[in-house]
C-alpha cells in the first residue's frame, strides 16, 4: 500500500470498453442516458477555460489504463456498476461488475469495523493500552512515546505516532513474513520495525504499521486468522460476499483477479503483489461490494440497519479523533456543507477512491488496476455533475494569459524552500517550469503576470518582488503556503 502523491513541490489505456457489465439491474432508457452522459463528461480537478469534456475511453488511452470499474450509489440504492477494458490485457479477460481488485488502503475502513465490532462486543475497550489486548507480540514502548500509552482509538485514527506509512507487498517468489516479523521488521519482511516517532495523542500521522497492530490485536482476541474472522462477521453479513482479505486469494477463478500493471501499462511480474498486511491493504473487492459497505453505513448512521455494527458504534467509527479528518478508519470530508465519509488506496499497480455521504445516501466507488489513478478524480467529477452529489464536483477553472518572454526569464532561478529541498524555475521559450529537488519537471501556466498554476495538481505559485522590482521569493499555495527564497 503506497503513499498516494498528487505533488508536486511539497513534501503530498488502448482497451476494450462496454466489456459486458454492468449494471446492476436492467438498465433503462433514462438511467443508460445518465450512464452515457458520465462516460463522456470526465474533467480534471484542474481546468483551462474553454476546455473540452473528456471521455473515458479517451482518458484510459492518455493515461495508459487497462481497467477501469466504477459504481454509483443514489438514495441508498447502487444505481449502476460498470467494468471498463481489461483485467487481463493478455488474455484479453474485461472487467466486468465481478472483477476483484486490490482495495488497498481501503482495506482499512472496513479493517476499523472488525476491530470496532469487538468494542461493541464488549471484548475491547478502545481506549485502554493495546499490550492489554495483545498477546502474541507486544508493542515496545520506548521514552519516544514519553509514557503514553497508545490507544485502539490511536491505531484506527492514525494518531498513535507511529512510523510505516505503507506498504510495498511480495511477490508470487518471496517468502511471505508472518504478522510478528512484520511487526519487528525482521526478514523476510521488507518493511521497517513498527516503533514510535511521536508520543500518541500529539497529531495524526498516517501509519499502516498501526492499523497491523490493530490486526494482530483482532487475531489475539478471536484466536482466528483474520482473513476468516473478516469475512465471517464483516463482509458476509454486509453483503459482500465475493470480496476476500485471503492472501493471496482463494477459491476464486483467476479470471476474476484484475492483474495489477505499471503507469507505462506493462504487466506486475506475477500479475500482482502479495499483501500479508491485510488489515492496512490486503482486500480484494469490487465498486459493487464496496457499494453495500457505504450503503450499510450511511443506513446503520441513520439507525435503519446494523447489519455489523449499531448506531452509536458507527456515528463512533465517523467521528474524528482528535484530528478535524481523521476518524477510526475513515477519512471526514465537509465539502460545501456536505459531509463525506471516505478513503482511497494505492497498491502496486492499483489505485482506488470511494466517498459516502452521511446524509442523502448517495457516493462513488472508482478502481483501476494501475500505479496511475489520476483518472478516480476525474470519473468523480463527471458522476458529481451528472448527479448533483453536492461537494463532490472539484475542479477550479483558470484562464491562462499571456506573459512576456522578459518577464518569464526574471522568475528564472533557485529557490530554497528549506535546507537540502529547492525548487529550480527554468524557462524554455515562452514556457516556464518547475522541478523540485528529487522529482520531475513541471509546466507552469500563467494565470495572471505573476502567478502560475499547475495542471496536474491544485498547486499555484507566485513570484515576489522586493523594493526594487527584484524577485526574492517564490510562494507556493499546496493546502497552506510556503514561501522559498530565491539563493540563485
Same mark, same amino acid.
Given at each position: 500500500m503506497k503513499k498516494i502523491i498528487y505533488i508536486l513541490f511539497a513534501v503530498f489505456l488502448l482497451s476494450r470498453f462496454d466489456a459486458g457489465a454492468q449494471s446492476t439491474g436492467k438498465v433503462n432508457d433514462t438511467l443508460q442516458k445518465k450512464i452515457q452522459l458520465v462516460e463522456k463528461s470526465l474533467v480534471g480537478i484542474i481546468q483551462t477555460e474553454g476546455q473540452p469534456l473528456w471521455t473515458i475511453e479517451e482518458r484510459m488511452k492518455h493515461y495508459k489504463l487497462?481497467?477501469?470499474?466504477? !459504481?454509483?450509489?443514489?438514495?441508498?440504492?447502487?444505481?449502476?456498476?460498470?467494468?471498463?477494458?481489461?483485467? *487481463?490485457?493478455?488474455?484479453?479477460?474485461?472487467?466486468? *461488475?465481478?472483477?476483484?481488485? @486490490?482495495?488497498?488502503?481501503?482495506?482499512?475502513?472496513?479493517? !476499523?469495523?472488525?476491530?470496532?465490532?469487538?468494542? @461493541?462486543?464488549?471484548?475491547? *475497550?478502545?481506549?485502554? *493500552?493495546?499490550? @492489554?489486548?495483545?498477546?502474541?507480540?507486544?508493542?515496545?514502548?520506548?521514552?519516544?512515546?514519553?509514557?503514553?500509552?497508545?490507544?485502539?482509538?490511536?491505531?484506527?485514527?492514525?494518531? !498513535?505516532?507511529?512510523?510505516?506509512?505503507?506498504?510495498?507487498?511480495?511477490?508470487n517468489k518471496d517468502t511471505i513474513p508472518t504478522i510478528v516479523q512484520i511487526l519487528n521488521g525482521t526478514k523476510p519482511a521488507n518493511s521497517d520495525p513498527i516503533r514510535s516517532m511521536f508520543e500518541p495523542g500529539l497529531r495524526s500521522e498516517y501509519s499502516g504499521g498501526g492499523i497491523t497492530i490493530s490486526q494482530m490485536i483482532l487475531m489475539d482476541i478471536t484466536h482466528q486468522p483474520y482473513d476468516k474472522f473478516m469475512y465471517e462477521q464483516v463482509l458476509k453479513p454486509m453483503g459482500m460476499t465475493n470480496s476476500t482479505y485471503t492472501q493471496p486469494p482463494v477459491n476464486v477463478k483467476p479470471e476474476l483477479l484484475a492483474t495489477a500493471y505499471r503507469d507505462n501499462g506493462t504487466e506486475i511480474e506475477g500479475k500482482y503483489n502479495i499483501y500479508p498486511e491485510q488489515a492496512a491493504a490486503g482486500l480484494w473487492t469490487n465498486p459493487t461490494d464496496l457499494s453495500k459497505y457505504i450503503i450499510e453505513t450511511q443506513l446503520a448512521y441513520q439507525g435503519k440497519s446494523s447489519k455489523v455494527l449499531n448506531q452509536a458504534t458507527t456515528k463512533l467509527r465517523l467521528t474524528p479523533y482528535l484530528d478535524k479528518a481523521a476518524a477510526l478508519g475513515v477519512f471526514i470530508d465537509d465539502l460545501d456543507g456536505t459531509k463525506y465519509f471516505q478513503h482511497g488506496g494505492a497498491n502496486e499497480g492499483f489505485r482506488c477512491q470511494y466517498f459516502g455521504s452521511l446524509e442523502g445516501g448517495n457516493g462513488v466507488v472508482v478502481m483501476v488496476n494501475s500505479d496511475e489513478g489520476s483518472i478516480t478524480n476525474e470519473i468523480i467529477n463527471s458522476i458529481a455533475k451528472v448527479y448533483n452529489f453536492k461537494g463532490l464536483y472539484r475542479s477550479k477553472v483558470y484562464k491562462e494569459v499571456a506573459v512576456d518572454s522578459a518577464v518569464l526569464q526574471s522568475y528564472v532561478g533557485k529557490y530554497e524552500m528549506r535546507p537540502g529541498f529547492n525548487l529550480s524555475i527554468t524557462r524554455e521559450g515562452n514556457k516556464l517550469y518547475g522541478q523540485a529537488t528529487g522529482q520531475g519537471k513541471l509546466d507552469l501556466f500563467p494565470e495572471a503576470q505573476n502567478k502560475f498554476f499547475l495542471k496536474i495538481a491544485p498547486i499555484e505559485i507566485e513570484f515576489i518582488k522586493n523594493d526594487k522590482g527584484e524577485v526574492v521569493t517564490c510562494r507556493v499555495y499546496q493546502g497552506g503556503v510556503n514561501d522559498a527564497k530565491k539563493i540563485e
Open positions: 487497462n481497467g477501469v470499474s466504477v !459504481a454509483v450509489i443514489h438514495n441508498y440504492k447502487i444505481a449502476w456498476a460498470k467494468g471498463y477494458g481489461w483485467a *487481463d490485457a493478455a488474455k484479453k479477460i474485461p472487467v466486468t *461488475d465481478k472483477t476483484l481488485f @486490490q482495495a488497498a488502503s481501503i482495506s482499512k475502513s472496513l479493517n !476499523a469495523i472488525g476491530v470496532l465490532k469487538l468494542v @461493541q462486543d464488549g471484548k475491547l *475497550d478502545p481506549d485502554k *493500552d493495546i499490550n @492489554q489486548y495483545l498477546t502474541s507480540w507486544k508493542f515496545p514502548y520506548d521514552s519516544v512515546a514519553k509514557n503514553k500509552k497508545i490507544t485502539t482509538k490511536n491505531l484506527l485514527s492514525h494518531t !498513535a505516532g507511529l512510523n510505516v506509512h505503507g506498504f510495498g507487498g511480495y511477490s
